[in-house]
């Protein structure tokens, strides 16, 4: 089993790039003129459909080749049109950050003003406001500004990163692991359901696993003010189960015969956030 030390060493950059690998994300182009496979170096030939180009970086592939390129697609910025919205891995190495800006500003904001707020991550703010914040990132990026001057409250803060999680197409605890998160949480004996829970962490993607564990801190530090905010685990957990994880298949039956599964992992997580990460 991967340890976390080997995950967080994972977590390492060398030369101003964090190593997360990521997948090329291929669509089939159309060309106009000569082109040649980036991959093999051969002509690309046809009128139509000669080949795939990478959305992400514009990596020119034949379909073919597109099978045996390695995930090491580098995002360029001028092609992530928006913040919200985007693949949580694309982001990260388009801006070349350790997690999305969006969760290290949010967050950084409400440690600073708001962890003692009654109803912190419960109570909602104005929606008109929150889409305001997500316009912000989209279109300002880390020079967005949220503070207290323009956004006096928290709640709007809270929210726009809650969306921010609710939007992403690969939610953090992804499609791949959330039936093995929610197996583990049926475990009965809480040591053995702890062991469960750190094996399927180890299978998130890196970009997820340090989006996870960096809000698994702060939401630990949102408990620690519970006399003020009335905010503890098992009440986060009901906020950022469903925010966190989403089952595969768009079933809603599923997602109310999981929702107490979610829960118990998000608290879990938080009260164990120094053990499991």
Same mark, same amino acid.
């Not at 469960?196 to 630990?220: D, G, Q």
């Not at 408990?223 to 006399?227: A, C, G, I, L």
């Not at 685990?233 to 298949?249: D, Y």
């Given at each position: 089993?991967?340890?976390?030390?080997?995950?967080?060493?994972?977590?390492?950059?060398?030369?101003? *790039?964090?190593?997360?690998?990521?997948?090329?994300?291929?669509?089939?182009?159309?060309?106009?003129?000569?082109?040649?496979?980036?991959?093999?170096?051969? !002509?690309?030939? =046809?009128?139509?459909?000669?080949?795939?180009?990478?959305?992400?970086?514009?990596l020119?592939? *034949?379909?073919?080749?597109?099978?045996?390129?390695?995930?090491?697609?580098?995002?360029?910025?001028?092609?992530?049109?928006?913040?919200?919205?985007?693949?949580?891995?694309?982001?990260?190495?388009?801006?070349?950050?350790?997690?999305?800006?969006?969760?290290?500003?949010?967050?950084?904001?409400?440690?600073?003003? =708001?962890?003692?707020?009654?109803?912190?991550?419960?109570?909602?703010? !104005?929606?008109?406001?929150?889409?305001?914040?997500?316009?912000?990132?989209?279109?300002?990026?880390?020079?967005?500004?949220?503070?207290?001057?323009?956004?006096?409250?928290?709640?709007?803060?809270?929210?726009?990163?809650?969306?921010?999680?609710?939007?992403?197409?690969?939610?953090?605890?992804?499609?791949?692991?959330?039936?093995?998160?929610?197996?583990?949480?049926?475990?009965?004996?809480?040591?053995e359901?702890?062991?469960?829970?750190?094996?399927?962490?180890?299978?998130?993607?890196?970009?997820?696993?340090?989006?996870?564990?960096?809000?698994?801190?702060?939401?630990?530090?949102v408990?620690?003010?519970?006399?003020d905010?009335?905010?503890?685990?098992?009440?986060?957990?009901?906020?950022?189960?469903?925010?966190?994880?989403?089952?595969?298949?768009?079933?809603?039956?599923?997602?109310l015969?999981?929702?107490?599964?979610?829960?118990?992992?998000?608290?879990?997580?938080?009260?164990?956030?120094?053990?499991?990460?």
């Open positions: 089993m991967i340890s976390s030390l080997v995950r967080r060493a994972a977590l390492t950059h060398n030369d101003n *790039h964090f190593n997360y690998e990521k997948t090329h994300n291929f669509k089939v182009h159309t060309f106009r003129g000569p082109h040649w496979c980036e991959y093999c170096a051969n !002509f690309m030939w =046809g009128l139509i459909a000669q080949g795939v180009r990478c959305s992400d970086c514009g020119n592939v *034949h379909k073919q080749c597109s099978k045996h390129v390695p995930n090491d697609c580098q995002p360029d910025l001028k092609r992530i049109k928006k913040v919200y919205c985007c693949d949580l891995t694309t982001l990260v190495k388009a801006h070349n950050t350790q997690r999305p800006m969006v969760v290290d500003i949010c967050i950084r904001e409400i440690e600073a003003r =708001g962890l003692k707020s009654e109803g912190l991550y419960r109570v909602s703010g !104005f929606t008109e406001h929150i889409e305001d914040v997500k316009m912000a990132f989209d279109r300002d990026g880390e020079k967005a500004d949220i503070s207290a001057s323009i956004y006096p409250d928290i709640n709007i803060i809270t929210g726009a990163l809650k969306l921010y999680f609710r939007d992403l197409p690969i939610p953090v605890i992804t499609y791949d692991t959330y039936s093995k998160f929610i197996e583990a949480a049926k475990i009965s004996n809480a040591d359901r702890l062991e469960a829970v750190h094996e399927v962490l180890m299978l998130l993607p890196p970009a997820h696993y340090e989006t996870l564990r960096y809000l698994m801190i702060h939401l630990k530090k408990t620690m003010n519970e006399k905010n009335f905010m503890n685990a098992e009440n986060l957990g009901i906020v950022f189960g469903p925010t966190l994880m989403r089952p595969p298949e768009d079933s809603t039956l599923t997602t015969h999981d929702m107490r599964y979610q829960k118990l992992i998000v608290q879990i997580l938080i009260e164990n956030e120094d053990v499991l990460f």
